[in-house]
């Protein structure tokens, strides 16, 4: 409780060198880093999320070498920010994640959760012609809402856990997702099985 995450402009020796994530817990503002600078120096980064165990989820600027290589959806915990890679494109970033340090965003148009280091492609779950573009949130129960396309068209789409069907939302995309909201059968297409039996997943690219 009491903490705070976001991101602020970064200077050394009165130079601006881009902006950087931080947590703000008891007073003290942490510098989270960046996932590498070029050759000044220069990175970014941006905090959008956190958990109650002062886990921070957003995005940051990837450079290797000082060469930028696209940006990168993170997960910082306990004083580390990790890489959680790409779905083989060069972009991702985190929008949400649970109290058990899983991580929902996008990268490269397709929904993903990355779980313990697994990054996944929701779209392993949708039907033919729907893709599955943004992940927005996650509750404790790894039930995940978002946006997806359906005939050019958006919707909210929550994956619940239980085998229950999936929810469109012709609302647009949730921002608050609650456990009772994946038991509504309005605008149901079929039925998914979703981390009952561990999470499946690609190793991280990038």
């Known amino acids: 409780a009491g903490q705070v995450a976001g991101n602020s402009a970064y200077y050394v020796g009165g130079t601006y060198q881009g902006g950087r994530a931080f947590l703000w817990s008891g007073g003290v503002m942490t510098n989270l880093g960046s996932l590498g600078t070029d050759a000044s120096g220069y990175g970014f980064s941006n905090a959008y999320t956190l958990n109650a165990a002062g886990q921070v989820a957003g995005n940051s600027a990837y450079y290797v070498g000082g060469t930028y290589q696209g940006n990168r959806a993170f997960l910082w915990s ?8 790409t779905l083989g494109g060069d972009n991702s970033s985190a929008n949400a994640l649970n109290d058990s340090g899983q991580v929902v965003g996008s990268s490269d148009g397709h929904a993903f959760l990355s779980n313990a280091g697994t990054i996944f492609d929701l779209n392993a779950l949708a039907p033919a012609g ?4 943004q ?11 978002g946006c ?21 939302f012709r609302t647009g995309c949730p921002r608050v997702l609650m456990r009772a909201a994946c038991g509504m059968a309005r605008w149901s ?18």
């Open 78 to 85: 306990g004083g580390v920010m990790k890489n959680l890679g």
């Open 130 to 133: 729907l893709t599955f573009q």
């Open 189 to 206: 297409i079929h039925t998914i099985t979703f981390c009952s039996a561990g999470c499946p997943g690609v190793a991280p690219s990038g």
């Open 148 to 168: 997806s396309s359906l005939s050019q068209s958006s919707f909210g789409v929550c994956i619940s856990g239980d085998m229950t069907p999936p929810t469109y």
């Open 135 to 145: 992940a927005s949130a996650i509750n404790a129960w790894a039930q995940v809402a």
